[in-house]
T-cell receptor, first 120, second 108 residues
């Protein structure tokens, strides 16, 4: 059974960089069959896709966040990570990592989500 | 506002059939497949329908999806109290994945 688990600070100061890691268990990121993604949900609001990474390191980003986002992968640790720079209160959200079985094919496994609050 | 348009709310009584619409354009629903997610309160979303009308293993056949042109629909038949949740459609749009704004389904 594939499991994803987000980890990282729950509080980030404005203008700083938000950093999260997703650890995948029960399956290998390097299998090449899937795309690994970050999605966020501001409190009481809808879902917003942040971006994908493939095991090779190829990335796709949401154009609205592209200038601030970096997603990377560490196949040796079976992890992928998110960095979002210059954060503001608008970046406060529950951040989910998820597995997609093709670009836009469907997120079949999700992490439980982690709330990141941007506040001084 | 979201690229994909969903009604903010829907409701039905137990046993009823309800449908939730998702309206898009030629750059998203019109040229790509649609997925649907169910999000129960306080939990991560769950894939309900993929590739317009396919159900992942374990999803009851009470849930069905369809697509026509630039619109898609999710139908839930034999409504149950545990179906009370938020529902989101999603599709690829040019170079980005987009979600609908979500529909809150209330079981009366």
């Amino acid at each position: 059974q594939v499991q994803l688990q987000e980890s990282g600070p729950g509080l980030v100061k404005p203008s700083q960089t938000l950093s999260l890691t997703c650890t995948v268990s029960g399956g290998s990121i390097s299998s090449g069959d899937y795309y690994w993604s970050w999605i966020r949900q501001p409190p009481g609001k809808g879902l917003e896709w942040i971006g994908y990474i493939y095991y090779s390191g190829s990335t796709y980003y949401n154009p609205s966040l592209k200038s601030r986002v970096t997603i990377s992968v560490d196949t040796s640790k079976n992890q992928f990570s998110l960095k979002l720079s210059s954060v503001t209160a608008a970046d406060t959200a529950v951040y989910y990592c998820a597995r997609d079985f093709g670009v836009g094919a469907g997120f079949d496994y999700w992490g439980q989500g982690t709330l990141v609050t941007v506040s001084s | 506002q979201s690229v994909l348009t969903q009604p903010p709310s829907a409701s039905g009584t137990p046993g009823q059939r309800v449908t939730i619409s998702c309206s898009g354009s030629s750059s998203n629903i019109g040229s790509n497949t649609v997925n649907w997610y169910q999000q129960l309160p306080g939990t991560a979303p769950k894939l309900l329908i993929y590739s317009n009308n396919q159900r992942p293993s374990g999803v009851p056949d009470r849930f069905s999806g369809s697509k026509s042109g630039t619109s898609a629909s999710l139908a839930i038949s034999g409504l149950q109290s545990e179906d009370e949740a938020d529902y989101y459609c999603a599709a690829w749009d040019d170079s980005s994945l987009v979600f609908g704004g979500g529909t809150k389904l209330t079981v009366l």
